[in-house]
């Protein structure tokens, strides 16, 4: 059986949003809610990802009047949701207490190892996912809210400029530039934790 | 070990699967029914005046009568054979008024 969603097109919901009708909001929460979810998920811790999700929503819902249906309301949708996750890692970022944490000796020795010259399946065979994670946050945590989203977006999540950018609200340039910069940045700070770890030994 | 460039694409391969091995979060519907009190609360959504848009329409809705009118005249002055500057020396030269250049520009 057919219900409202199905029957009515996201702009048809639209229409009938904007003309007053708030309950019918509801159908495009229904619809889009695991993609949002999922976007939220890659980018935001996880105990603030619900939070964020409802953020998210209800950007979307105060910005309806200005939604044009050039690109379709799940791609709109999305760079809502990658935008309210940049503006939580800059409101983080900005309240951010220094000094951070230095890398821990076990995440030094995954490092060590993935890059080392054994197999590429080393990192399956003798690391976990979960130290793998863990450095990852840490590495990115040194970035700032811009480079963390476009490393994330072009260098993790594999987009291409051209999408990453949409998602983002920056042109392709800026985001070729940024995407540089951050991936250098990133490399200089895991190659320094290698360095340090080197030193002590 | 080799040079960390050289394993660049093997750091960022271990690197993508963490990413996105990463647990995706699970919300119930008491979450949607929090989402939609919140949007409840905020009220419908205020009807935009967008004085641009409104400025735009009403140029345009007037744009063939202006055409409209711009061809007519066009066509009216070349059926009177109307040039501006020869008609306004004929009327200084024929001066039927007994009027005097001096009169008409004084210095």
Known sequence: MLNDSDRFSDVDIIHRVINGDVNAFEFLLKKYREHVLRIVSRHIPYQETEEIAEDVFVRAYQSLPTFKQKSGFKQWLSGIAVRTCHDFWRKQYRSRELP??????KHQDWLEHTISDQSSDSFNEHSSQKEA????????????????MVIELVYLEGLSVKEAGGLLGWSTANVKVRSFRSRKKLEKILKKSMEKKGEEA | MKPFKENDEKLKKALMVAYHAKEKAEVGEGWQMKVMNRIRNLGPLPEQTDYFTLFGQAVWRFAPAACVLIVALTLFLVKLDFIPEYELLNSLMSNPAEFTLEQLFPV
């Open chain 1, 100 to 105: 951070m944490s230095s890398l821990s000796e």
């Open chain 1, 133 to 148: 994670r863990e450095l990852l946050d840490w590495a990115l945590e040194r970035l700032s809210a811009e480079e963390r």
